[in-house]
């Protein structure tokens, strides 16, 4: 096992680096609307794509050119209290959570960021990572324009400074300003903007990181099922929503409207959402939507491209069935990202769904690091192990991903010495072999397993009886078997992580 443990010494695997949350009260100004609190509950709704900063920033709308703001490091429950909210409270706003992209973890890097422009003032927030952000930055100071932080979103928020090179005879043209930074760098980001009394939500070309909105309902009425799980909706529009993901807007009373398309401006007043326009890609390229966000980075109740993540992990399982099938007693998961994958296997596999694994889910960031003993034992302090429901039976185990293979391998040595008879473990992503560099921390070629150990023998390092990935094609298979006319080149995916074909060339 000396092998295995010099590879994954250190923990660590894919995060996702952030999530972003935008409000619009509807009607008359001043509302009685919440926005603050509205926009701290929208992100709460996303503390999964981001958990070491978060920031609010409100507005009255464009009479008043003073915003209110406040930021902080950690949790958002943790930053927000009510004693907060109550001095960020606006008619519209912007919020952010962060996992660090580009730029140090520290308060200075967190968003929104907000800058003076001879409009008056805009702030913005972004989910992704520029792959030009490099030449960006030296095209901004070279305008004599200095940058405070790291962050590759402190450069689009400058960019948006640039008066269009037609000029603005009548007044500010936002929409060619964002164009502009369109035209600039074609990913990765989605992206919040509060300016005057208007948002805009926009992503990229190639739509490769999420983005969608919701209409915020006063009286909601959930009563009968209407498509994409969302119940019907009665009573008035008290105000609109944009998201990373659509997993947020329950909670808040809010139902989901629709995506922001890929190369989509989208502006959002108290009157409601227009279309503004499309970018278009180059050369008749398809999207390039994350395909990782249906792996793992998405929650499972979020709809993305017309459905729901959970019933594409299900597909991930059902395909991965088909690709390995196996003897075996149960089924089982990691949990739990790779649970509805598990269901899906054991439907297609005919082997019952058993659970094996018991997840302390009180352990966090802060928990104490382990002595020698614990760590050795890796994720003692992670599972318990359900013996009774496995001892002497043969266990099919699945993984939603395995990036440096620290978490599964202790876990297979948990199952064999609670009483597994063999533990065969089946990945429901393929392998990851490469580096991300639009928005995701995935770690260096040298770091990920499999550019280290072929299937065989990773699975002879982890101490499993077998291991089998799901193929790239099984699934593009399983992700796009969802997506009404797939077939078009409307829909397309980044799978650059497994194949290490890019959409777009980088440059550093």
Request: negative net charge; hydrophobic residues 35%.
């Amino acid at each position: 096992m000396a092998e295995l443990e010099t590879l994954v010494e250190e923990e660590g695997g894919l995060d996702e680096k952030c999530g972003v949350f935008a409000c619009v009260a509807a009607g008359d100004w001043p509302t009685q609307l919440d926005v603050g609190h509205v926009i701290c509950l929208g992100l709460v709704g996303l503390q999964h794509r981001g958990q070491e900063s978060a920031g609010i920033v409100t507005s009255r709308g464009k009479d008043d050119d003073i915003l209110a703001r406040h930021k902080g490091m950690g949790m958002v429950s943790t930053i927000f209290t009510d004693e907060t909210l109550s001095k960020i409270k606006g008619n519209l706003g912007i919020g952010h959570t962060r996992y660090s992209t580009a730029g140090f973890s520290e308060l200075n890097n967190c968003q929104p960021f907000v800058v003076d422009t001879i409009h008056g003032k805009i702030a913005v927030a972004h989910n992704g990572e520029l792959v030009n952000a490099g030449p960006l930055r030296q095209k901004v100071m070279k305008r004599g324009i200095g940058l405070s932080t790291g962050s590759d979103s402190e450069v689009i928020t400058q960019l948006l400074c640039s008066i269009p090179s037609d000029g603005e005879p009548d007044g500010p043209d936002w929409q060619a300003r964002i164009r502009n930074v369109m035209n600039e760098t074609l990913m990765s980001y989605s992206l919040v903007i509060m300016t005057g009394d208007c948002l805009y939500a926009v992503r990229d070309p190639y739509g490769n990181r999420p983005l969608c909105i919701g209409r915020l309902m006063s009286g909601v009425s959930f009563n009968s099922p209407v498509k994409n799980g969302y119940d019907s909706v009665s009573e008035d529009i008290e105000g609109w929503v944009v998201s990373s993901e659509s997993c947020s807007f329950q909670s808040l009373g809010a139902v989901y409207h629709r995506e922001v398309q890929p190369g989509e401006i989208v502006r959002v007043t108290k009157d409601g959402v227009e279309s503004v326009c499309v970018v278009p890609r180059p050369n008749q390229d398809p999207p390039a939507f994350c395909i990782f966000e249906y792996v793992y980075f998405a929650r499972a109740d979020s709809i993305m491209e017309g459905q729901m993540v959970y019933s594409v992990r299900m597909r991930c399982g059902r395909q991965l069935a088909k690709e390995a099938p196996v003897e075996a007693d149960l089924v089982s998961t990691v949990p739990e990202s790779a649970t509805p994958a598990a269901m899906g296997y054991a439907q297609q596999s005919g082997i019952p769904y058993v659970e094996v694994l018991n997840k302390n889910r009180y352990v966090g960031r802060t928990f104490i690091q382990p002595n020698t003993r614990l760590r050795q034992l890796g994720v003692a302090k992670k599972f318990g192990a359900l013996a009774e429901n496995f001892k002497g039976k043969r266990i099919v185990l699945i993984d939603d991903s395995i990036v440096r293979g620290n978490t599964i391998g202790p876990i297979v040595r948990l199952l064999f010495n609670a009483g597994a008879k063999e533990v065969h473990i089946r990945v429901a992503s393929p392998p990851v072999k490469n580096p991300c560099y639009m928005g995701i921390n995935i770690p260096t070629k040298e770091e990920l397993i499999a550019n280290r150990l072929e299937a065989t023998k990773l699975a002879e390092c982890l101490g499993a009886t077998s291991l089998v990935y799901l193929t790239v094609d099984g699934l593009t298979l399983a992700v796009r078997e969802g997506i009404e006319n797939s077939k078009d080149n409307g829909v397309g995916h980044c799978t650059a992580c497994l194949t290490g074909k890019y959409p777009v060339n980088l440059e550093w």
